[in-house]
Each structure stands twice: as C-alpha cells, then as structure tokens.
C-alpha cells in the first residue's frame, strides 16, 4: 500500500466556498461597519467622540474550523480507515456556523496519474461515498474516522481520499488535504485466535493462521503477526501492537501485565503490500482473559541461626518474587511433630529477614521453618528446617 498526503490547496489557501462571508452580510446603518474573519461576520459599531454613552461589552465572535489538513488514513484488510483530528467546534447547534456533518470523497485514479489536482477537478471527478453525522461529531473525541470498504480485483488503483464539512445551512467547505493511497489486493486473511493461558510471569495468546487471502488466492501473503491488547475499560482497539517487530509464530507470551486486570486481545496478520509497504488484515476474533495470582512463592532459603544467653537469633534471605508480602515463622521442641502442628512465632507478616525469638528456655533444642505469603495471600512450601539449643 503506498500512501501520499497532498494538500487540496497547493500554494493557496482558498476559502470555504459555503462558508463565504458574504453569506451572512447584512444592511447596516450609516454609523456602522462590517468587518469579516474567515467565515465569521464580526459587526463593529462606530462610537462618535462626542457621545459618552457607555455600552455592554459584545459577546465573543464565533470561529469554527473550515477544513482540516490532517486527514491520514491507511489500508487495513479489504477497508481504508480514515482519520482526522475532530474539528474544533464552538458555535452553537442554532448557528449557522454550526458544522453538521462530514462529507467524505474519493476518486479512483490510474496509478501513474499526475499527482497534481485542483479542488474544482476532484469535486467534479469524485464520489460522495459518506458522512460523519452531527451525532458522531458531537460524541468524538480527539479523533474522527471513517471506514471505505473496498472490492479489490481488477487493474491496480490509487484511491484520492478528501473530507469537506458542512454547515447547519448546508454550505460546503473546502476540502481537506488529499489522502492517496494504492490498495493491494493480496492481503491475508485475519487469523483465529484460540486460547489464552496464563502462568505466573505471562500470558500467552496463541492462533491459527489464515489459509487465504482477501481476494481467495493462495499462498497466504504473510510476513507475520502483530498482537493488540486493550484494557478492560478500553473501548478502541490501541493503535500500537505489543510487539516490537511482527510475529513469525502462530503465538505470543505477554509478559507486560498485572494480575487483577482484564485484557482483551486481537490479532492481525501482517501482508506485503504496495512498494513494499505493511499492510494488516482485519482484526481477528478477540479473546478476553482475567488472570489471577494463584501460584505460590518459592520456598524461602535455608536460615541461619545463632544462639545466646537466653536468646535465638534467626536470618534468612528474601525471596526473589518480587510480589513477597512477608514472612511467617514457625517453633517447635519436637522435630517429628507435623509442620501444621508447629507454633507461629508471628502475629503479623515479618517484612524483615531477623527474627528474636526470646521465649526461650536454657538448655533446650529449638527448631525452626519459615514460609513466604506473597500480596495475593499465597503461601510458599516450608524451608528447611534449622535448630539451636539456648546455652
């Protein structure tokens, strides 16, 4: 797919031909005169110097964007996604200033086709295949956008794409800058995505690849894959794969994630396209996964321990999850009791790696174990068991 951003006005900014000022001028008396901004009708009232007659201050003049220079876009399977930033809006619906909808264009052209177009040769050449209604302005974002789905077969094509807003009395604005972009036509398929298995340090999407192309021809035109994954209160699919360079497998291990979370997940398979460029497929399926933390800790390492009068002292190192809430303790006289039988020296999480134990008797043999308790309350296996007899 290769894609050119041209500007609709080249070395000339034109104005809005259905936004002109005149359409809003109107008789005023002698004392008064008019002044025009763009598509805006600024009134001015003449103050002679020998009237003192104080006035209040005139409301804000209205100003709404005319066109946009923005407008990019790129092919993704059998569609072009178009997108422009939305447009700044600050008159209200009763004004005719008030932008109610987005017409969007598009003309096929010849790929070798002089790339030099005037506005009055695309309005009189292109189609009008769509709109962008007053209640999607109204509800977007940042960002609007509008999908073209094509039939890709034939002789190749460039498409010259275009988005002219309208205003509550139906005048046009100029065009925006031309979008041109070459769809391919052998573009795969999306792949199917299978499962999700979740370990203690990733996730792991895994797929089935596509067995066709678009178009139904074969051998899949396939580089590799990029993965995509939104948050649960993620509405949009993120524009930014997980992956740094396509994936070459049919799988992926998520490594960047929290437990808690909810994750959703797409696929797109990664063709060749145009001159070279990467085109993705459609989204795949999705598959939705909320991993948990139900895997225990390590084992923490054997203790060191030392004695005094009165008195033994227990270290030990921490673990390496980096997940550990603390640590808990555990004493008996009998080494052949069972280890839940054993008495917990703590009654809070130790969150250092020293331990006093100070009810102790002379002339007696202790024995000692810790466990690891990580912030989801999993509790490791045992450590080896460590003694001490007090002097």
């Known amino acids: 797919m290769k894609i050119l951003n041209c500007d609709a006005n080249p070395g000339n900014v034109q104005r809005a031909p259905g936004f002109s000022s005149r359409s809003f001028r109107s008789r005023l008396p002698a004392n008064k005169g008019t002044c025009f901004l763009g598509a805006v009708c600024l009134t001015v009232t003449?103050?002679?110097?020998?009237?003192?007659?104080?006035?209040?201050?005139?409301?804000?003049?209205?100003?709404?964007?005319?066109?946009t220079?923005?407008?990019?876009?790129?092919?993704?399977?059998?569609?072009?996604?178009?997108?422009?930033?939305?447009?700044?809006r600050n008159a209200p619906d009763s004004s005719v200033q008030s932008i109610r909808r987005i017409d969007v264009y598009r003309l096929a052209e010849k790929p070798g086709a002089p790339l030099p177009l005037t506005e009055d040769e695309f309005a009189a050449r292109s189609t009008l295949i769509g709109s962008v209604t007053a209640e999607q302005i109204k509800n977007a974002g940042e960002t609007l956008s509008y999908t073209d789905t094509l039939e890709l077969a034939g002789e190749p094509t460039r498409l010259r794409y275009a988005v002219r807003y309208v205003n509550a009395s139906g005048q046009r604005a100029?065009?925006?800058?031309?979008?041109?972009?070459?769809?391919?036509?052998?573009?795969?398929?999306?792949?199917?995505?299978?499962?999700?298995?979740?370990?203690?340090?990733a996730i792991t999407i895994s797929w089935q690849p596509p067995v066709t192309n678009i178009d139904g021809s074969t051998p899949v035109n396939l580089l590799g894959y990029n993965v995509y994954r939104m948050d649960e209160a993620q509405n949009e699919t993120s524009q930014t794969p997980i992956n740094s360079a396509p994936v070459s497998g049919t799988e992926y291990v998520d490594k960047n994630f929290k437990f808690g979370n909810t994750y959703r997940y797409i696929v797109r398979a990664v063709s060749l396209g145009t001159e070279g460029a990467q085109?993705?497929?459609?989204?795949?399926?999705?598959?939705?996964?909320?991993?948990?933390?139900?895997?225990?800790?390590?084992?923490?390492?054997?203790?060191?321990i030392a004695s005094s009068l009165g008195r033994i002292s227990i270290f030990f190192l921490t673990n390496p999850e980096p997940d550990i809430a603390g640590y808990n303790i555990y004493r008996t006289t009998d080494p052949t009791q069972q280890k839940e039988s054993w008495t917990?020296?703590?009654?809070?999480?130790?969150?250092?790696?020293?331990?006093?134990?100070?009810?102790?008797?002379?002339?007696?043999?202790?024995?000692?174990?810790?466990?690891?308790?990580?912030?989801?309350?999993?509790?490791?296996d045992p450590s080896e068991v460590v003694s001490e007899t007090v002097p």
């Open 344 to 380: 917990k020296l703590n009654s809070a999480l130790l969150t250092r790696t020293t331990y006093q134990d100070e009810k102790v008797e002379s002339g007696k043999k202790y024995y000692y174990y810790l466990t690891a308790v990580d912030q989801a309350g999993n509790v490791s």
């Open 174 to 201: 100029a065009f925006s800058n031309f979008l041109l972009i070459e769809p391919a036509a052998r573009i795969a398929q999306p792949p199917t995505l299978l499962k999700t298995e979740v370990s203690e340090d």
């Open 279 to 304: 085109v993705e497929s459609l989204n795949s399926n999705s598959l939705s996964v909320s991993p948990r933390d139900i895997f225990k800790p390590s084992a923490p390492a054997k203790a060191s």
């Open 46 to 67: 003449v103050v002679s110097a020998g009237c003192g007659k104080r006035r209040p201050p005139l409301p804000p003049v209205e100003r709404v964007q005319q066109r």
């Open 69 to 88: 220079e923005l407008l990019s876009g790129a092919q993704q399977g059998n569609r072009v996604i178009l997108s422009w930033p939305a447009p700044q």
